[in-house]
């Protein structure tokens, strides 16, 4: 979803030099997610930081590994593997064959999407670690994309928006995709996340 808002302008290009207001003014434009909601993930982001300011950071500095990247990703190869940068269409084809069994992802799509990948990266990766806290992090990137495409804590995204913001990295206006007209809250976010959680 970063390199999607970078991507259309609403953060850096180049992804570089990113500040914690920026990221969390952008977020708000772009997909109407509470500051309250974003503003935690941006400032643990910056701890990531190698640029020298600690209130900004570079997209790639979130390569680290274990503090927002974390193994089992739905789009990314482990660091196991080197590229835990890079979009991956092997990767990403785990969590690509349920959602295309629907027009839509709904919870139950979403989890046992999910799911199936970290059984995957979980046999592939010999020093797979997925502690609870990545655990959490995971449940709520699948809540984040469900909030924004879908239909408040119905879930219910539509498949192609979600797989376009996968996999060509920008958010799917051509698709049909609007600014939610109501702010995706924190406890939007959390409902979601324990829908997926419980789900799976």
Not at 172 to 199: C, H, M, Q, S, W
Request: with cysteine.
């Amino acid at each position: 979803m970063l390199n999607s808002l970078a991507n259309h302008g609403f953060i850096a290009r180049s992804g570089r030099n990113i500040s914690i207001d920026e990221l969390v003014g952008a977020i708000d434009t772009a997909l109407n997610l509470d500051p309250a909601s974003s503003r935690p993930v941006a400032e643990l982001a910056a701890t990531t930081s190698t640029t020298g300011n600690p209130n900004t950071f570079h997209l790639s500095d979130m390569d680290k590994h274990g503090v927002i990247e974390h193994d089992g990703s739905l789009s990314r190869n482990d660091i196991y593997f080197g590229d835990n940068h890079s979009f991956n269409p092997k990767i990403f084809a785990t969590a690509k064959s349920f959602f295309d069994q629907h027009d839509v992802i709904s919870i139950e799509t979403a989890a046992k999407a999910r799911r199936a990948r970290l059984t995957v990266a979980r046999a592939a990766n010999p020093t797979f670690n997925f502690t609870a806290r990545e655990d959490q992090f995971s449940q709520f990137e699948s809540a984040l994309y469900l909030a924004v495409f879908g239909t408040g804590t119905q879930g219910n995204a539509p498949t192609k928006w979600v797989e376009t913001m996968f996999c060509e990295e920008r958010i799917p206006y051509k698709e049909g995709f609007t600014r939610p007209t109501d702010v995706i809250t924190n406890d939007d976010i959390v409902t979601l996340a324990n829908l997926v959680a419980a789900a799976a």
